[in-house]
């Protein structure tokens, strides 16, 4: 069996008749001066807390840089920002619940210290241009040092990407390779308008060094300028031929940049999967299941698609946005995706779009005119947007359309300064 058909049978195993959602969250860590907390003060505060908690710590290059309570897991990202990705379920109200005992925890021991939890797509003093993303530390980890020296090599906004942002990542469960592809593909075509809800800057006029004509989506631009081997929309997705084994070729073709094995982790540069298999650097006739799947996921990791196939589908367009907004957000896919109906209806109105460049264009047209950037069919993508929060209201329960309502005011309040 090849480790090609092994990573096919990996995303095939994600198949499931559950309509869960998993939310992840990315958080700034902040003083009142915008400051971000340092690593080992926030690595030796999730050592303490994780304990107290009876939690699994998790651990990177021998720092604990996170914890599992069953419920959720914590981690912490290249430049500290500090995630808490809460396990999938279908009631909302649960994550909501999770999230708020998460922040209980948290909120007074960051207060304490004259810190507190910031969301926002980028580190505010990047954003304004008070500071460089060259102000701000790595994590010293092993994986972000090799990344941070590739990515300058690669694309003009690693440093930012790695330093300074944040983003809200919602999964999505898919029932077959069918049920996959079709999710997928009405997911990335309507990813531009979700960009622009769910944008969440401080400065409605803030730009990007050398973009000053594109005022929108300032998160979004650093990733699609970061390597264009690793970003953007999923290569080949939307050809006639698109499941499972071809999303797999694209996972093992895909530069890792670092290769992390039995615990250590070395700079493999451009190689992909396949090359290291060739290369007799990855023995496959020596590789038992768990670390054939930590493989797998480590393959996956070095993706950075705006979504990703693993067992779910992870929805990456996002900003990082409070509980509230990111609550809404959830009620919202969860409306699209889950309802046959809509699901169908989106895949009809939007079946004209056949190449991923004409996502791409839209994506950059709210890129420079946000939510009055023309877009698909000669529609606004606020007329767009207004459409996508119609259909999910008629699908959703009573209790879900109260958090989608802080998806349409965001959405609204973001209109009006646009």
Same mark, same amino acid.
């Given at each position: ?53 009876? =939690?699994? @710590? ?11 309570? &069953? ?18 379920? *279908?009631?909302?109200?649960? @994550? ?32 304004? &241009? ?120 694209? @996972? ?20 992909? =999967? ?26 996956? *990791? ?37 309802? *046959? ?17 004409? @996502? ?9 005119? &946000? ?13 767009? =947007? ?22 349409? =005011? ?9």
């Amino acid at each position: 069996m090849s480790f090609l058909k092994d990573i096919s049978d990996y995303i095939r195993s994600g198949e499931s008749s559950d309509e869960n959602l998993g939310l992840e969250v990315e958080h700034f860590i902040v003083n009142d001066e915008g400051v971000q907390m340092g690593f080992h003060e926030i690595s030796n505060l999730i050592d303490q807390v994780g304990r107290s908690l009876g =939690a699994e @710590i998790i651990y990177m290059d021998s720092y604990p840089v996170g914890y599992y309570t &069953g419920e959720y897991s914590t981690s912490l990202e290249p430049a500290c920002q500090f995630e808490i990705s809460i396990n999938p379920y *279908s009631d909302l109200e649960t @994550i909501e619940n999770i999230y708020k005992e998460f922040r209980d925890i948290w909120d007074p021991i960051f207060f304490e210290r004259g810190y507190h939890f910031e969301t926002k797509g980028n580190l505010p003093l990047v954003e304004t &241009g008070a500071i460089t993303p060259d102000d701000i530390p790595l994590s010293p980890k092993k994986r972000y040092k090799y990344m941070d020296a590739y990515f300058k090599r690669s694309g003009r906004y690693g440093k930012y990407m790695m330093r300074a942002s944040a983003s809200a990542q919602v999964s999505i469960d898919y029932s077959s390779e069918e049920d996959m592809v079709k999710k997928l593909s009405v997911l990335q075509k309507i990813s531009p308008i979700l960009m622009i809800m769910m944008e969440n800057k401080v400065d409605e006029y803030s730009t990007l060094p050398g973009v000053e004509d594109k005022p929108h989506l300032f998160r979004i631009q650093e990733w699609d300028d970061l390597d264009p081997e690793r970003t953007g929309f999923v290569p080949h997705s939307l050809e006639n031929d698109f499941g499972y084994d071809r999303m797999a070729d694209v @996972i093992y073709h895909t530069p890792l940049i670092l290769l992390t094995d039995n615990g250590e982790t070395v700079n493999v540069g451009h190689q992909n =999967a396949e090359e290291l298999v060739e290369n007799s650097i990855i023995y496959t006739d020596d590789l038992g299941e768990e670390r054939k799947k930590k493989l797998i996921e480590h393959f996956m *990791s070095m993706g950075f698609f705006h979504f990703r196939v693993k067992k779910y589908i992870e929805v990456r367009v996002a900003d990082s946005v409070p509980i509230g907004k990111a609550l809404g957000y959830v009620a919202l896919l969860k409306g699209l995706v889950y309802s *046959s109906e809509n699901l169908d209806q989106l895949e009809e109105e939007l079946s004209f779009i056949d190449e991923l460049n004409q @996502i791409q264009q839209a994506v950059e047209a709210i890129e420079e005119y &946000g939510f009055e950037a023309v877009i698909y069919e000669e529609k606004t993508a606020a007329e767009w =947007a207004d459409h996508l929060i119609e259909l999910a209201q008629n699908a959703l329960t009573d209790s879900d359309k109260e958090y989608l309502k802080n998806v349409r =005011a965001f959405w609204s309040y973001s209109k009006q300064a646009s």
